[in-house]
């Protein structure tokens, strides 16, 4: 029987933060063995917002050996740079033309980047989602693992490939996001209302999958909670609340096994053990990826292979939908 496939994907706009290792990355790291997976580095959807080209391209390396050092096998999944891969704008355009303003205008995360960056309020902005869709809808996905922030986004794909397939006849698998209960949310440690973000302005707000030991231990420490008190999980305390989260999936324990253990005990101990609990987690990725930034070389027969592969799966695709609006083959 022929696997079904996932497909994700996170913007090289930086370093990762633990938001999109506990959100994202972690659970594709556990699907390799059941789906056919293709992980990309998106990068067209990073230049939304300005980029300084030399640190785009450091970033998008880096980022694959991120990928590598949380535990993607190149050996079981597809890794590949989203730019090397045409098929992803070419769809994009078809698609933009059954997109509706209406129903982009009223994506969150445009209204919300609109909001920050009035002076470059361009139009790829706007577009972004239906990219992500045919970045999706290119493999003929089952499931996209993300973070909570990304659901409104996969309901705009959802809704492309239903409507694309009604219009023209079945194309499009129509794919199910996957969204974790814990840990598709990590807030920011400054602002336990906003999502933790690499954009933060503040770096206490966020911590990177390679801060090293001491960094880690000092953004926990400042981590903004409550004069409550008393360690519980509830909405009313969303800064213990989001340290019990990222406790909870670092360690695989459940939050009640942490909650008790943690009964009379102050702010102060949780947040030292936490620190450790983080440590331990990205410990061997960050060894890891000391490693793999050195070579140079295997990253770049990586993706170089990863968009082979996914080029030849995106392209079975876009013939179809190219035959289906009316394309004369070349
Ligand atoms: P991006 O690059 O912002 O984030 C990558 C992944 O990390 C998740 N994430 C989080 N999860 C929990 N808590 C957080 N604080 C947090 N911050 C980020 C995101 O939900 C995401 O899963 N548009 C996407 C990238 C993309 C994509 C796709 C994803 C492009 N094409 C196709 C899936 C399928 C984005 O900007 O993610």
Same mark, same amino acid.
Request: glycine share 6%.
């Given at each position: 029987m $022929? *696997?079904?496939?996932?497909?994700s994907?996170?913007?090289?706009?930086?370093?990762? !933060?633990?938001?999109?290792?506990?959100?994202?990355?972690k659970?594709?790291?556990e699907?390799? =063995?059941?789906y056919?997976?293709?992980?990309?580095?998106?990068?067209?959807h990073a230049?939304?917002?300005?980029?300084?080209? @030399?640190?785009?391209?450091?970033?998008?390396?880096?980022?694959?050996?991120i990928?590598?050092a949380? +535990?993607?096998?190149?050996?079981?999944? !597809?890794l590949?740079?989203?730019?090397?891969?045409p098929?992803h704008?070419e769809?994009?355009w078809?698609?933009?033309?059954?997109?509706?303003?209406?129903?982009?205008?009223?994506?969150?995360q445009?209204? $919300? @980047?609109?909001?920050? &960056?009035?002076?470059?309020?361009?139009?790829?902005?706007f577009?972004y989602?239906?990219?992500?869709?045919?970045?999706?809808?290119?493999?003929?996905?089952?499931l996209?693992?993300? +973070?909570?922030?990304q659901?409104?986004h996969?309901?705009?794909a /959802?809704?492309?490939?239903?409507?694309?397939?009604?219009?023209?006849?079945e194309?499009f @698998?129509?794919p199910?996001?996957l %969204?974790k209960?814990?840990?598709?949310?990590?807030?920011?440690?400054? #602002?336990?209302?906003?999502?933790?973000?690499?954009?933060?302005?503040?770096e206490?707000g966020?911590?990177?999958i390679? =801060?090293?030991?001491?960094t880690i231990?000092?953004?926990? *420490?400042?981590?903004v909670? #409550?004069?409550?008190?008393?360690?519980?999980?509830?909405?009313?305390?969303?800064?213990?609340?989001?340290?019990?989260?990222?406790? &909870?999936v670092f360690?695989?324990?459940? %939050?009640e096994? %942490?909650?008790?253990?943690?009964?009379?005990? +102050?702010? +102060?101990?949780?947040?030292?053990?936490?620190? $450790?609990?983080?440590?331990?987690g990205l410990?061997p990725?960050? /060894?890891?990826?000391?490693?793999?930034s050195?070579?140079? #070389?295997y990253? $770049?027969?990586?993706?170089?292979?990863?968009?082979?592969?996914?080029?030849?799966?995106a392209? *079975?695709?876009?013939? *179809?939908?190219?035959? @289906?609006?009316?394309?004369?083959? /070349?």
């Amino acid at each position: 029987m $022929e *696997k079904k496939i996932v497909f994700s994907g996170a913007q090289p706009s930086g370093s990762l !933060t633990i938001g999109n290792y506990l959100g994202a990355i972690k659970n594709w790291v556990e699907l390799q =063995d059941e789906y056919d997976c293709y992980y990309s580095i998106v990068d067209l959807h990073a230049i939304t917002v300005p980029q300084v080209p @030399k640190d785009l391209r450091s970033n998008t390396l880096k980022q694959l050996a991120i990928y590598i050092a949380c +535990g993607i096998d190149p050996e079981k999944s !597809t890794l590949f740079i989203q730019s090397h891969v045409p098929a992803h704008t070419e769809l994009t355009w078809v698609l933009n033309t059954i997109s509706y303003m209406g129903q982009l205008s009223r994506m969150t995360q445009y209204k $919300e @980047k609109s909001r920050k &960056s009035e002076e470059n309020l361009n139009a790829g902005l706007f577009t972004y989602p239906v990219l992500m869709a045919a970045d999706i809808l290119l493999y003929q996905t089952d499931l996209v693992p993300v +973070g909570e922030d990304q659901k409104q986004h996969l309901e705009l794909a /959802r809704d492309l490939a239903i409507r694309f397939n009604n219009k023209y006849s079945e194309t499009f @698998k129509v794919p199910e996001p996957l %969204i974790k209960e814990f840990g598709a949310r990590i807030m920011s440690l400054q #602002d336990p209302e906003a999502k933790m973000s690499k954009s933060d302005s503040d770096e206490n707000g966020y911590i990177l999958i390679l =801060d090293d030991k001491d960094t880690i231990r000092r953004k926990i *420490k400042r981590a903004v909670t #409550d004069s409550l008190g008393v360690i519980a999980y509830n909405d009313e305390q969303l800064g213990i609340k989001n340290l019990l989260d990222m406790y &909870s999936v670092f360690s695989g324990e459940s %939050i009640e096994e %942490i909650v008790n253990r943690y009964e009379g005990k +102050g702010y +102060g101990i949780l947040k030292e053990d936490l620190a $450790e609990v983080v440590i331990e987690g990205l410990s061997p990725i960050q /060894r890891k990826y000391d490693e793999l930034s050195k070579n140079k #070389d295997y990253l $770049e027969k990586i993706y170089k292979s990863g968009a082979e592969k996914a080029e030849y799966q995106a392209m *079975k695709t876009l013939r *179809k939908v190219y035959r @289906k609006v009316g394309f004369i083959p /070349r």
